[in-house]
């Protein structure tokens, strides 16, 4: 990732250039998503809606401070502190996994729905109309910390993205190898076991979920960005289930899979979005059948498990 960030401005348009920003903000999500649920456990169908707070939060606070840097800021903490609580009463609460996938779902659609009923001029937070379904365009980009008449151009942009996309994969790498990290993956294979052993299920179930939050917060914030635009349609159930479809496609249990799913998905809808071969969301969805009937472990894990059978060389034992 780190060649790809200093050797792709090199070679590509900036219209390249601009598509793999989006990619790279993408990623961030999709990590988001793969960390939740192929580390926790927790099949959350809600990371859109923290992925909309985020594009929301940036949105409203650059509109309304005329610069970044507090935007950016917020654009994290917002969706965080919103599943930390949301995470608390769920996981507290005792909910089953079915139930958990119900309320995230249906957060989702009330964030959708909520959103696209303040297109008045009455609905704006300070100076910041939110305009219902029409969106807010025109949005303030990413500046310079301290100097908001400093804006990133579209190389500096990529070069951002591409360095929180490696920060993000690093450090959830990091956090995995520690102990409360090996104690997420026990849970998720044996949470009565865990519990057995002392450890707070609870607790660390919530910290994930709301890491999970934060993480796909600061993809919504990169997405405004990229366009200059955020609308109700972050919140949609078109994009909550692309982020799982990268999931499955990429692999559970894994943080490369989910970057090599979105990758994969997202040349795929962009090519089929701008050829109009045939519909984006009908060819989304014949591919994932394909993978919950055929691949279910998805590409990595599938591409490991080849690895791991194929013949290696033959070992010489010392018959003394």
Known sequence: MVVIALGVPQVVDQF?????????????LALSLGFVWGYGGILCFGQSAFFGLGAYAYAVTAVDLGESTAAAILAVLVPAVFAALLGYFMFYGRLSDVYLGVITLSVTLIFFNLMNSTAGDAYRVGKARLNGFNGMPSLPTLNVPGDPA??????????????FLVIVYVGLHVLLASHF??????????EARCEL?????RLHKLLVFTIGGGIAGLA???FANWGAFVSPNVFSLTMTSQIIIWVIVGGLGTLVGPIIGCLIMQYLATTLGTQQLANTNLIFGIIFLAFVLLVPRGIVPSLRALGARAPGPSRVHDPA
């Open 16 to 28: 390249g250039l601009l598509q793999l920003t989006i990619f790279a903000a993408m990623c961030i």
């Open 220 to 222: 919504g914030c990169l």
């Open 197 to 201: 052993l002392g450890y707070d299920v």
């Open 150 to 163: 400093r804006l990133l151009d579209p190389t500096e942009t990529f070069y951002l993205v591409m360095a």
């Open 181 to 190: 990290g090996r104690v997420v993956v026990a849970i998720r294979e044996n």
